[in-house]
């Protein structure tokens, strides 16, 4: 039997396991196993904007009223009816939380694959691409915890810090990132703190719980940490840029309220807050505007092409591991996990928020 973990998508509280029988393959299909995925507040980003965004499009259950949550993570291909792809070839990608997925691998080469099925062509391509671990000049047995938890998101944070970049950072002298103690969110100061002593540099300030901020303040990427109470402490007479990692409205509404006109740009990545997302409309300064990853690696693959895209994040992805993996004061520890009810326990954590930030779970089924 496959059994997945599902979710109610009006109440993320409410979650379910669902067994099936295993589908048949057809002609062309491949079976994978699901080995290790990793599970962070990302995760509960793509349940949030699971409409908005069609999250819940790549793994349908069925069922109007659930939804399952794609994960990042590695699998082993256990069944196979599709000429290149082997039985036993492990696989990094864009998986459910389930024991094994049917997947109908298309434009197959010495790569990987991207899936083909019906339901995910109109999905974006970054989510649609799976790699072979053997052809991944990337890929370490001994890191894929820190692969599964961090690649895809220090990926979002390296687009993030090239976008506002390439921008000018709208013309911003300090840039406050919401949820500053995220795993993206931090990624993406660590790129923005790259460029200290270029004339492309700004101001980092990070915005957190309290309970948050002697982890947030010692990871040295941030110029600046405050707890969101005191936001209104900031000097306003900056231009100053928001990234919104939390989705929080009430926080959102704070830094508009407190900037006004000094705010070049308000951009809306995560909902880590999930329980707090509300509209931008209406509020003082600009609009919220979605960031939208794919959109910037398009224009870069024009611009540098796809090898010189993956060669520049390849670069940052080296030097984020410095500070991640440090002997002496890691910014990440992996925490694993086995079985439903380890999925469960850290899944409700990080919808309370109770999961420390230096803490990544990985898990298996």
């Known amino acids: 039997m496959t059994t997945t973990f599902v979710v109610e998508r009006k109440d993320l509280h409410h979650t379910r396991w669902v067994q099936t029988a295993p589908l048949d393959l057809s002609a062309g299909d491949a079976r ?3 080995e290790s995925f990793a599970l962070t507040a990302n995760n509960i980003t793509y349940a949030a904007f ?3 965004m069609n999250y819940w499009g790549f793994f349908p259950t069925g069922d109007e009223a659930t939804g399952c949550i794609p994960v990042w993570g590695f699998a082993t291909v256990s069944e196979s009816r599709c000429e290149g792809v082997a039985v036993g070839e492990r696989i990094y990608g864009y998986y459910p939380m389930a024991t094994d997925v049917v997947l109908q691998p298309a434009r197959v080469d010495a790569a990987g694959f991207f899936d083909g099925a019906a339901h995910r062509r109109e999905l974006h391509a970054v989510y649609n ?3 072979r671990c053997s052809a991944d000049p990337g890929y370490r047995l001994e890191r894929e915890a820190e692969q599964a938890l961090l690649r895809p998101l220090f990926i ?7 976008f506002l970049a390439d921008n000018g950072f709208f013309g911003a002298r300090t840039a406050i990132l919401s949820s500053a103690s995220s795993k993206t969110a931090y990624g993406t100061a660590f790129c923005l703190a790259q460029r200290r002593g270029s004339p492309a ?3 980092i300030v990070g915005l957190t719980s309290p309970g948050n901020l002697a982890f947030t303040q010692g990871l040295g990427c941030y110029d600046q940490v405050l707890s969101y109470a005191v936001v209104a402490t900031l000097a306003a007479d900056t231009p100053t840029l928001y990234v919104d990692f939390s989705g929080s409205a009430k926080v959102r509404a704070d830094v508009h309220a407190h ?3 000094q705010l070049a740009y308000s951009c809306s990545v995560g909902g880590t807050h999930w329980d707090e997302l509300g509209s ?3 509020l003082p300064g600009p609009r919220p505007t979605l960031f939208f ?3 910037q690696v398009k224009k870069r693959h024009a611009d540098w092409g796809a090898a010189g895209l993956q060669q520049r994040i390849a670069r940052a992805w080296t030097a984020f591991m410095g500070p991640v993996t440090d002997a002496n004061n890691p910014w990440l520890h992996v925490v694993r996990g086995h079985g439903q009810a380890a999925v469960e326990n850290v899944y409700a954590a990080l919808l309370d928020g109770a999961v420390r930030p230096q803490d990544g779970h990985l898990l298996s089924l």
């Open 32 to 34: 994978l196993r699901v």
């Open 259 to 261: 900037f006004g006109a």
């Open 201 to 203: 540099v700004v101001n």
């Open 156 to 162: 979002t944070s390296f687009l993030i810090d090239d």
């Open 50 to 52: 699971g409409e908005a």
């Open 129 to 131: 691409q799976y790699t």
């Open 293 to 295: 990853a794919p959109a």
């Open 280 to 282: 931008g409309k209406g």
